[in-house]
């Protein structure tokens, strides 16, 4: 009788001990998506005025380059 109550409990703690593990596991995978959501939307945020950025460099460097042939300066 005491082997059979000894057997229950642990069938009872492993299968607490699983569903501990189930929800650690679904905790962990909420968690990596929202930091790789975070993070996706950090880097949109940062691509865009870097993008900006770039675009108005390339034309400054257009505008002095034009400016540049017409005196001459550049061929």
């Known amino acids: 009788m005491a ?14 001990a699983q569903d501990a593990a189930t929800a650690a596991r679904t905790a962990t995978q909420q968690v990596v998506d929202q930091a790789t959501e975070a993070g996706q939307k ?13 675009d108005k460099t390339a034309n400054q460097a ?6 540049g042939k017409k005196l001459g300066l550049l061929k």
């Open 3 to 16: 082997s059979k109550g000894l057997q229950d409990l642990k069938q009872q703690v492993e299968g607490a």
């Open 42 to 54: 950090a880097m949109g945020q940062l691509a865009k005025p870097t993008q900006e950025t770039i």
């Open 62 to 67: 257009s505008d002095f380059s034009g400016l």
